[in-house]
């Protein structure tokens, strides 16, 4: 297939209904966009859509081997892990003690005044970083992206020359990150609510602590297995 706009435009179509099924990021930019810090939910959701683009170019163009090479790596499948499980410690313990000291003080400051208290987000350092990390983590990334590249690939749907695997990559890119800008839009209207937030913060600490474990338990049964 020479069409470059539909080579797009199958990229943008597979990226978005494949960031649809839940995963580490998805609970991070649900967690962010209901603390009000939409402008950090979107550049994780970026982070993640980078690696995603970046993978399917890569696997297009045919060095699928090199990122299974660096992504099978027992070290790197173990820190993606590590990183997942102290993530979501981090939130459960840390953020979440944070969070209901400053809902405690601004629900002091808004009873003196009258208002309905609104609970209040802090900005993370790094949440391009966080994005590119949490959408790495997941070890069968690249089996699913190999699989469907090869799929198009064999039905000439998708040719392995740099022009097409470069639309495709972008396409997959666009289409991760527009599933996860209407994640956020959709959630922006319920992050007003305490209760919500409250839940969000142990469901996310809680999820990210058994993604990773998960994703350890499949490192070592690899390992193992070798």
């Known amino acids: 297939m020479e ?76 820190f993606l892990a590590l990183f997942l499980v102290a993530y979501g410690l981090k939130i459960l313990f840390w953020d979440r003690t944070r969070e209901e000291a400053a809902e405690r003080l601004a629900a002091g400051d808004n009873h003196s005044s009258g208002e309905t208290p609104r609970p209040a987000g802090h900005a993370s350092r790094f949440p391009l970083l966080t994005g590119v990390l949490q959408g790495a983590a997941n070890p069968a990334l ?18 392995p020359r740099p022009l097409p695997a470069g639309a495709f990559a972008l396409g997959i890119g666009l289409g991760v990150f527009a599933w996860f800008a209407l994640l956020i839009e959709l959630l922006s209207a319920v992050s007003a609510r305490t209760v919500w937030v409250r839940h969000s913060t142990v469901v996310a600490g809680l999820l990210l602590i058994l993604f990773g474990l998960y994703f350890t338990a499949r490192s070592v049964e690899a390992i193992l297995a070798s």
Not at 35 to 52: I, K, Q, S, T, Y
Not at 145 to 155: D, K
């Open 3 to 78: 069409s470059l706009p539909l080579t797009l435009l199958i990229g943008f179509l597979a990226g978005f209904f494949g960031a649809i099924p839940p995963g580490p990021l998805n609970v991070n930019v649900l967690r962010k966009t209901l603390h009000n810090r939409r402008r950090d939910a979107f550049r994780a959701a970026l982070g993640g859509a980078a690696v995603d683009g970046l993978i399917c170019g890569v696997i297009g163009l045919g060095f699928g081997w090199a990122i299974e090479a660096v992504v099978s790596n027992r070290w790197v499948r173990g």
């Open 142 to 159: 690249v089996v699913n992206w190999t699989l469907l590249i090869s799929f198009l690939v064999s039905h000439r749907l998708l040719l």
